[in-house]
């Protein structure tokens, strides 16, 4: 296996080797690691590293490789290699790389694959986007109830090559219809005169080719299997999906989310690939909407100018009192987001969330009262800047941080199961978010607060 | 495969149904489902669904519970149906169990072990917590490099049943050091009188006994096999890994970093399970150091005192600029510390970050200086809250913009890449951390620039 250092080692010798030596370092390397070495460096010339890959090596490394170098290697690659390419890699990742493509190129890559190989592709990309048909492969090994454990060896000996995993063997009738899956370990470890029904359980998962690949994910932790079966709405085989490319989309997902809860749209490419131009296009966005959104606690402040004229000591703890709002409501919403992604927790343990979130905002509330309280106090020794109602100042602060982390921690957990509930995506109600929308209450809180304790004395 | 609802409707059948009806429902559902309904529902008296079960579904069910589930039930089976239990379960599953329990509980269970698997177990709870060593399983099938592929398939007939997996057979010489894995479909896919070191590349990943479990995860998608081999650190062959472990341990390690992003502790349990003391405890810890890093804020402002009493209208548009400078450095500690934890960013790139994180900066605090400025402009000529000089205030909040944004990318996106480089943990730099630490800043930044602008008429 490859180090980092390794890599960059390789890459180096990538970028600087003569063809005899790209040979000899290639042949070193397994195709997954050359695609991701070629990946990661911008400077190796990957016209020349596909020179001199032998055949099979080079579909291998080109299913694994980006997009873009795909499409770069498709532009300069002659048509005879194009064609072979786009024919022989396997379908998931073609159709992966097809739905990309614009219609224009796309057509004409269709043109070139044989008869059935496009019948295929073009079934496979009427599956909606990010469905678990546009993910699966439909190169897998369906044998039938009647037949003897030898004979299905022979039969995978001769037929599995095409096929991506060959660890489970599929059971279908005559109509093509799943009856059941099979570990290939069972047959490996079962006589050879043994009957494939005699074998089978019945019970079986499996996935359906429309429904969304986030889908996927549960069915793989819940059994353990390294592929599951695929079918359309009548319940006919169409595909199987294997475990790594599930692997992938958790990845994916769990990016997305933490870019959307971290103020910021999905990026959908890596850091430091993606366009200055488009990276700030997808955090300004947010940014504005937070932005007018957070000018409304300038309205408000402004709605208490003269409190605010009259007691300007009160402007001292503003920055405190809505950033423990924010942060509180943060906790909650990152808590009740990751668990709702996980299925630990759905929309049923509303009242259930609620009680846990009050009771924890209102101790973690006190926390706060109390530590800003004694902070207000003691200074108040030292110093004369809280002037001679610093009691009664403390007392507003310490109010006003018990509500705030309350509300803080309220908002932050009913919004995101909400949001779930009207079909939105939770990790939309990111930590800013909470902030902003906590920041305008919070203020509003502070000064009404103020208003009832303060009257008569500083107000 | 049972969907939500009849996972709901199964657990109700558990809860009321009698020995009798229990035994047809279990029978009816996959081990790793029943396991699942049990962990999720708490009513389920699974003492008596452990009564239906046949011997081999029981292992399997108790393999995929929780781990308070399977405590109870081991205080609660017979002395010879724990250690039959504890003889039988995957050591991987052992492991997880027993380096949970206390030391008292430990002994008297490692008693009940047979010998070999009491070794077995001892080896595997030597290796550090969280390391892949504790994550392996030691049953795998090896081979020899001249035996004949239908020698091996008879070897995996007889041989096989214990290993957990046997999608991968691993070559080893006569010392049991490894030399190569082959996957299982090349023995089936080959000619039966084929010998094994002619299907062999001598190309193999394999993974270190000691390292994080975190290093397994690339290995992984790198190379697309759903076991990797795992060596002690003579290259001795001790145990494979399988994928759906990974799997797991991604999920774990996502949640830990997205619960630590949220500004909390890792909770280590699902949010409706943990109890409500420990998880305000876990949340109080960040909570309160947070609170006191934005005390820092009162001090700053108060010691602008004589500003502030000055010009009271300054207050108005401080909650929006520390929340810009929140916000945006929000945005960019999400996407650093993801980009990290995917391996897309490394420390080696920081001039590269600075690069880009100065020039996102310096663009959205100008986007948000403009619409800042034309909302003073715009405000001032309905209102006379701004005064005269609303001019100058409008230049003041835009400048601090500017600063305050760009001081946050920078901070954003910086001090992850430090944490990280002197071996800390990344993603404790928070949302809510990095918005505490802007917001000190931001208030000083906003008060010199206003001296600057404002002195002589305002100040």
Known sequence: MVTAEEKELLAERLITGNLY???????????????????????????????????EKAIKTFENLDFKVQLDLLRNFSLEQVAS??????????????????????????????????????????YPEDSIGRLMTPDFISVKEDWTVVQ?????????????????????????????????????????????NELMDLQYVSLNARDDQESAIEFFKQTNRVALPVTD???????????????????????????????????????????????IRKRAGWLVILFLGEMLTASAMGYFNDELNKAVVLTLFVPLIISSGGNSGSQAATLIIRAMALGEVTWLDWWHVIRREVL?????????????????????????????????????????????????????????????KIGKDPAVSSAPFIATL??????????????????????
Chains 1, 2 share one sequence.
């Open 152 to 196: 299905v060896l022979d039969y995978i000996r001769k037929n599995g090559s095409n096929s991506e995993t060959i660890s489970n063997i599929y059971v279908t009738d005559s109509n093509g219809f799943l009856i059941d899956d099979i570990k290939v370990r069972d047959f490996l470890l079962a006589p050879l005169d043994k009957k494939v």
């Open 233 to 279: 709405f009548k319940g006919l085989l169409v595909g199987i999906i294997t475990i790594d490319d599930v692997v992938d989309v958790i990845e994916e997902e769990d990016t997305e989310d933490i870019q959307k809860f971290g103020g910021t749209e999905a990026l959908d490419e890596p850091y430091l690939k993606i366009s200055l131009y488009k990276m």
């Open 438 to 459: 906590v920041d305008v209450t919070g203020l509003i809180i502070y000064f009404s607060l103020a208003f009832l304790i303060l009257r008569g004395t500083l107000l």
């Open 360 to 420: 924890s905002g209102l101790t973690l509330g006190s926390i706060l009262a109390i530590i800003g309280f004694l902070r207000i106090a003691i200074w108040s020794q030292f110093t004369t800047i809280y002037g001679d109602y610093w009691f009664l100042i403390g007392l507003t602060v310490s109010f006003t941080l018990v509500g705030v982390v309350m509300w803080g921690t309220l908002m932050g957990s009913m919004i995101p199961m909400l949001l779930k």
């Open 21 to 55: 030596k790209l040979k000899h370092l290639c042949s070193t390397v397994q195709p997954e690691e050359l695609a991701d070495i070629i990946n990661d460096s911008k400077e190796i010339d990957y016209l020349k590293v596909f020179q001199v890959l032998d055949a």
């Open 85 to 126: 390419t786009l024919n022989q890699i396997s379908p998931d990742d073609r159709t992966a790389l097809f739905e990309k493509l614009s219609e224009e190129t796309l057509q004409k890559y269709l043109s070139l694959l044989s008869d059935e190989e496009r019948k295929t592709t073009k079934e496979l990309l009427q």
